[in-house]
């Protein structure tokens, strides 16, 4: 039996909740574009994002581990599987449109550059005169601009919804404005539910990652509120830690924070009278959110996060080393353009020089950043 889009899109009239962002009601695309037989607008805006080849590329990019440190840490890759997980589970929980959620997930970090924040960081600071560099940005000039996959425009010609959803992304760390989208308006439901799920996601993978590499130990965060909260919820009394114990610990700490998110946002939105996509917008603040005693646990643990793992001295030495690397990059590419492959010294007379390496550093994986660096500083290498 054929499901057809047409179907799909009245399963959702009949069965989303009044304020999920509904495919009926779609604002569209910039560029008209026939929409497909079977999928839904979101639908395809998924499928979209996960054939770019800036998606691919996340793969071999920084999460807080560097690629070569070992197989087995979060990149950048894995990292957005876990949150369009997340995510994904919150708007199922809260009758929201999972689709556009879980493609706002996998869209939000392909504006990073290699070396994780580190690498943006270095962006940033070379770029300080010519516009900055944000990683949020970013995303929003792969998916309407660098990504070239159509003849009839560039980008990927996403969803009107889709786009508001990158443009709206904001965590504790990560924010963005872009022109042309309203700053009074809050994000739509999906798109603060993808938020919430990036920062549950980075704090249960990093600190499951810091166990992992042995630059955390239970010892450490034995103190949490939030840790003490789910040794209890599994019963487990702190003693014959193993990885086992670690796997148990995460995957309860997941669960845990999406019980409360949702738990705390059916509250929010019954407080605010919530009827319609409109309604969640025009709120003072984000409706998706942590009950007040699980936000103060996991403010502790990201703090915790912050000053015992982010800036132990080993991430510390590999991210100083990673801002030397893309420094030294941006200079000699800058320095002397014709170092440059000819497709992006094509680009530079369109859109600067600056903005044209800080967009091909911008899009390197790891591995390629390293081998560019030794193809330019390493004298037996060949170009």
């Known amino acids: 039996m054929r499901v057809l889009r047409e179907q799909r899109i009245q399963w959702e009239d009949d069965h989303l909740a009044p304020y999920a962002v509904k495919s009926s009601q779609t604002k569209g695309r910039i560029y008209p574009d026939k929409e497909d037989e079977y999928r839904t607008p979101y639908q395809r ?9 800036a998606f691919r590329r996340l793969e071999y990019k920084t999460q807080v581990f560097v690629n070569y440190e070992g197989d087995h840490y979060r990149t950048r890759l894995t990292h957005s599987l876990e949150v369009a997980q997340i995510g994904k589970s919150l708007a199922q929980a809260m009758g929201a449109n999972d689709d556009l959620t ?13 070396f994780g924040h580190a690498g943006e960081a270095a962006l940033n600071k070379v770029m ?12 929003y000039r792969i998916v309407t601009e660098l990504e070239e996959r159509y003849p009839d425009w560039q980008g990927l010609n996403l969803s009107r919804e889709m786009l508001e959803g990158i443009v709206k992304h904001e965590t504790r760390y990560d924010s963005s ?9 809050r994000g739509s439901l999906e798109a603060q539910f993808a938020n919430l799920a990036d920062e549950m996601a980075y704090n249960a993978h990093d600190l499951d990652d810091g166990l992992r590499s042995g630059l955390l130990v239970p010892e450490q965060v ?11 919820s599994i019963g487990w009394d702190g003693t014959n830690y193993d990885d086992l114990i670690r796997h148990r610990m995460i995957r309860r ?8 998110v949702v738990a705390q946002t059916e509250r929010n939105l019954a407080d605010a009278g ?7 917008q025009r709120q003072p603040e984000n409706l998706a ?21 982010y800036n132990h001295y080993r991430v510390v030495r590999m991210s100083e080393k990673a801002q030397r690397f893309v420094m030294q990059l941006f200079e000699a590419f800058t320095s002397n353009p014709r170092q440059l492959p000819p497709q992006v010294q094509d680009r530079t007379a369109k859109i600067g020089l600056e903005r044209a390496v800080a967009d091909y550093i911008a899009g390197m994986t790891d591995r390629f950043a390293l081998q560019e660096y030794e193809r330019l500083f390493e004298p037996f290498t060949r170009p």
């Open 177 to 185: 404005n872009i022109p042309g989208y309203d700053d009074g308006l």
């Open 253 to 260: 700490l997941i669960g845990l924070t999406i019980d409360d």
């Open 128 to 139: 300080a005169d010519y516009g900055g560099f944000n990683h949020n940005h970013q995303t």
């Open 45 to 53: 805006d998924h499928d979209r994002i996960i054939h770019t080849t």
């Open 289 to 309: 959110s942590y009950s007040p005693a699980f936000g103060a646990m996991s403010d502790q643990l990201k703090d915790f996060l912050y000053d015992q793992l």
């Open 102 to 114: 879980e493609g706002i997930c996998l869209v939000h970090d392909l504006g990073h550059s290699p």
């Open 274 to 280: 919530v009827k319609s996509v409109q309604d969640i």
């Open 222 to 232: 034995a103190h949490l509120d939030l840790w003490k909260h789910v040794c209890q």
